[in-house]
């Protein structure tokens, strides 16, 4: 018989209770059958980091049973910031205790008791593991080595182990976010988060904040800024599963100016339209503490001192949030046009609601504030400066794309820089399919360029220059890398299929510019090389899609710009002509084709034309056949003039289409934005193209149709 030292060391009966946990000293003798066999397995189990993960150690034993166990169980640091092991039900079951070494990765373990006991089958310990919070892994294994059993008598029994693998989970995190406004009163407050975690952040300087990695539960966002109070001063947000938005605050002056209610009139601001026009789909007005009634908030014409048709709607303060605005829709959106003056007011009544004294406001995108005004009835009145406002009201709008297309969209800026030539330099481009109408030429800046430079298209053909096609650019005070565009007056058209030079010209010493190199463009021409002159022929230089320079043009947009899609209902329960009426620029306009909205749907042939308002005649040659079939919804689809027309300046015109009873849906009148080449008057309508009647306001259309 082969007596295990760890079994004696262990056993009162024995002599001396249990020592430190050292090596086994006699394990070789040979152990028959009646010896047994025992096997301790661990078992799997999952949690996320932070948590503990209880594994319960299992014996399975046939034939003698041990009475005493030795293991060591071995896991990953990184994965496990702790373990802890306890007597498991069956060891409590023999009275055993359990007793262990630890050491680093590594924890060594007896089981053990009388000898006279024997263990059952079951779990005889359980392994308590913490997994560490900063864990990244998806499992980790945790291994039961060094098995050990041994019977009453202090025989070996053969003895085996299995280990087990511990699921990570990462816990699944959210996000609460939101904005303060005004941006520019929003930008550096400090927003705090408390409730089931704490932290805080900065609002950038659009005034929006986030909080990341944030479990279930009940929050509280409470922003602060010094010199400003909040609107609410703190808000409740429940995550459950999804991230939050739309936790915002309004931002107010703590030192703003004084409230009044001893004036009765119209009061707020007057501002200018920025470059694109403004498509404006309700107004609004301040609420103040208190507040309780109505108020017409308006859009007047600063030019004439008359509401803008459409622009005003009715503002309900009742139980409105002191320092927040409040909105009313207009019966229909307005299109302000870029460049435009106007008025933004609020009727205020004496001894009614109270609202702010002329005060500063944050400078607002797309338009720039004048001053403040006034009215009693007897006209507009200005007050303070830039910035300024009474009330204030204000309104919500979308601001529409107004480029210009531009024909060299990118160029290599790694090509040579030169000025060691005195001529002409450029490109040679052929027109595509459609006849193009250009409206400016220009000259690429490179870094320090200050002369004027002459930029001309050219008769491929003929090598004269195009009548009405060069113009001067200026690079005075330019920005490197970008192109200086200068209007052609009038436009010119160049004809489908034309070949042209289009160059720059250039001084000896004088301005630099890239030697031939790689440009991208627009695919309403080809360019099949570069191109230069010293004056005695044109002689072509390089590859396709390459050019000195680099020079570009600006070419014709369509004259509809944007039209309203989501406040217009669908018609097709007319017959006849319906679209709108226009009258062109200073400069006149010319038209190379026209188009007609595409409505989902969409399969019919229509056409559209064009019609001298004066004497309700058709332009000559001003009409063309479009077949929907195959149409994109929500965009034009265009048909070329047999050729180009030009409009007269400060004329008007009807753009009409053709529509039939029960056919393809078009949009009803709605507000429309177009270039600054003509000036919408309102829609317009005919049964028989020779009576026409007017059928909406400014800046509205029917369908609506199109030209370039």
């Known amino acids: 018989m082969v007596v295990c030292s760890f079994c004696e060391r262990a056993n009162p009966q024995f002599r001396t209770a249990l020592a430190p946990v050292r090596a086994l000293i006699v394990l070789s003798a040979f152990c028959g059958v009646g010896c047994g066999q025992t096997a301790l397995?661990?078992?799997?189990?999952?949690?996320?980091?932070?948590?503990?993960?209880?594994?319960?150690?299992?014996?399975?034993?046939?034939?003698?049973?041990?009475?005493?166990?030795?293991?060591?169980?071995?896991?990953?640091?990184?994965?496990?910031?702790?373990?802890?092991?306890?007597?498991?039900?069956?060891?409590?079951?023999?009275?055993?205790?359990?007793?262990?070494?630890?050491?680093?990765?590594?924890?060594?373990?007896v089981l053990w008791g009388s000898n006279s006991t024997a263990i059952s089958n079951g779990t005889v310990a359980t392994v308590v593991l913490t997994i560490a919070s900063s864990t990244k892994d998806t499992s980790s294994a945790v291994a039961v080595s060094s098995s050990v059993?041994?019977?009453?008598?202090?025989?070996?029994?053969?003895?085996?182990?299995?280990?087990?693998?511990?699921?990570?989970?990462?816990?699944?995190?959210?996000?609460?976010?939101?904005?303060?406004?005004?941006?520019?009163?929003?930008?550096?407050?400090?927003?705090?988060?408390?409730g089931a975690?704490?932290?805080?952040?900065?609002?950038?300087?659009?005034?929006?904040?986030?909080?990341?990695?944030?479990?279930?539960?009940?929050?509280?966002?409470?922003?602060?800024?010094?010199?400003?109070?909040?609107?609410?001063?703190?808000?409740?947000?429940?995550?459950?599963?999804?991230?939050?938005?739309?936790?915002?605050?309004?931002?107010?002056?703590?030192?703003?100016p004084p409230l009044r209610n001893n004036f009765g009139g119209f009061l707020g601001m007057q501002f200018t339209v920025g470059s694109s026009p403004?498509?404006?789909?309700?107004?609004?007005?301040?609420?103040?503490?208190?507040?309780?009634?109505?108020?017409?908030?308006?859009?007047?014409?600063?030019?004439?001192g008359g509401a803008v048709p459409g622009g005003s709607a009715t503002v309900n303060m009742l139980n409105c949030t002191a320092g927040q605005f409040v909105y009313?829709?207009?019966?229909?959106?307005?299109?302000?046009?870029?460049?435009?003056?106007?008025?933004?007011?609020?009727?205020?009544?004496?001894?009614?609601?109270?609202?702010?004294?002329?005060?500063?406001?944050?400078?607002?995108?797309?338009?720039?504030?004048?001053?403040?005004?006034?009215?009693?009835?007897?006209?507009?009145?200005?007050?303070?400066?830039?910035?300024?406002?009474?009330v204030p009201p204000s309104f919500q709008y979308t601001a529409e794309n107004t480029s210009v297309p531009q024909f060299v969209t990118a160029f290599n800026a790694g090509a040579a820089l030169r000025n060691n030539f005195g001529g002409y330099v450029g490109m040679e481009l052929t027109v595509g399919s459609k006849p193009l109408v250009v409206y400016s030429v220009g000259r690429v800046c490179v870094s320090g360029n200050s002369q004027s430079h002459v930029v001309e298209f050219v008769n491929a053909s003929t090598g004269t220059a195009v009548a009405g096609g060069s113009a001067t650019v200026s690079m005075?005070?330019?920005q490197g890398g970008q192109f200086v565009f200068a209007a052609l007056n009038p436009p010119i058209t160049l004809p489908a299929g034309g070949s042209y030079c289009l160059v720059s010209l250039e001084s000896y010493g004088g301005d630099e510019w890239y030697d031939t190199g790689s440009i991208t463009t627009t695919a309403v021409a080809t360019v099949s090389n570069s191109v230069y002159s010293s004056g005695s022929g044109w002689y072509p230089i390089g590859a396709v899609n390459t050019s000195y320079g680099p020079v570009s043009f600006q070419y014709d947009p369509p004259f509809v710009l944007q039209y309203n899609l989501s406040g217009s209902t669908l018609r097709n329960n007319y017959?006849?002509?319906?679209?709108?009426?226009?009258?062109?620029?200073?400069?006149?306009?010319?038209?190379?084709?026209?188009?007609?909205?595409?409505?989902?749907?969409?399969?019919?042939?229509?056409?559209?034309m064009l019609v001298q308002a004066s004497n309700g005649q058709a332009v000559s040659g001003g009409s063309v056949s479009i077949s929907m079939s195959g149409c994109a919804a929500g965009q034009f689809s265009y048909a070329?003039?047999?050729?180009?027309?030009?409009?007269?300046?400060?004329?008007?015109?009807?753009?009409?289409?053709?529509?039939?009873?029960?056919?393809?849906?078009?949009?009803?009148?709605?507000?429309?934005?177009?270039?600054?080449?003509?000036?919408?008057s309102g829609a317009v309508y005919s049964t028989d193209s020779v009576n026409w009647y007017p059928g909406g306001a400014v800046n509205t259309s029917y369908v609506p149709p199109n030209l370039q």
């Open 41 to 109: 397995s661990l078992s799997s189990g999952s949690g996320s980091p932070g948590q503990a993960v209880t594994l319960n150690l299992s014996l399975s034993a046939t034939g003698t049973a041990p009475s005493a166990l030795q293991w060591t169980v071995s896991y990953s640091t990184s994965d496990f910031s702790s373990v802890a092991i306890a007597v498991g039900a069956a060891g409590s079951a023999a009275n055993k205790s359990v007793t262990c070494n630890s050491g680093a990765g590594a924890i060594k373990c």
């Open 149 to 194: 059993s041994c019977s009453g008598v202090g025989s070996e029994l053969t003895s085996s182990a299995v280990g087990a693998t511990v699921t990570i989970v990462q816990a699944q995190t959210w996000s609460i976010s939101g904005s303060i406004s005004p941006a520019a009163s929003g930008s550096g407050a400090t927003v705090t988060l408390s």
């Open 197 to 256: 975690s704490n932290a805080s952040t900065t609002a950038n300087s659009s005034g929006n904040y986030s909080f990341t990695g944030l479990a279930n539960g009940s929050y509280n966002v409470t922003p602060s800024k010094s010199g400003f109070t909040f609107s609410p001063a703190s808000t409740q947000v429940t995550v459950n599963g999804s991230n939050q938005t739309a936790a915002s605050f309004t931002a107010s002056s703590s030192s703003g």
């Open 278 to 304: 403004l498509l404006v789909s309700s107004v609004g007005r301040i609420c103040v503490a208190g507040n309780s009634g109505t108020h017409t908030v308006e859009l007047a014409s600063s030019s004439s």
């Open 328 to 390: 009313a829709t207009l019966s229909s959106p307005v299109i302000l046009q870029s460049g435009s003056s106007y008025y933004l007011v609020s009727d205020e009544q004496y001894g009614g609601d109270q609202w702010y004294d002329l005060g500063s406001i944050p400078p607002p995108a797309d338009v720039s504030v004048t001053n403040a005004v006034y009215s009693s009835g007897s006209g507009w009145y200005p007050e303070g400066g830039a910035n300024m406002s009474y």
């Open 476 to 478: 005075s005070g330019c």
């Open 575 to 608: 017959g006849g002509w319906v679209g709108m009426k226009f009258t062109t620029s200073a400069n006149g306009m010319t038209a190379s084709s026209l188009g007609r909205i595409c409505v989902s749907g969409n399969t019919g042939v229509h056409e559209v």
């Open 640 to 680: 070329p003039l047999s050729s180009p027309i030009t409009l007269q300046p400060n004329t008007a015109y009807y753009l009409v289409s053709e529509e039939t009873y029960g056919g393809d849906q078009w949009y009803d009148v709605s507000g429309v934005a177009t270039t600054s080449g003509g000036a919408v």
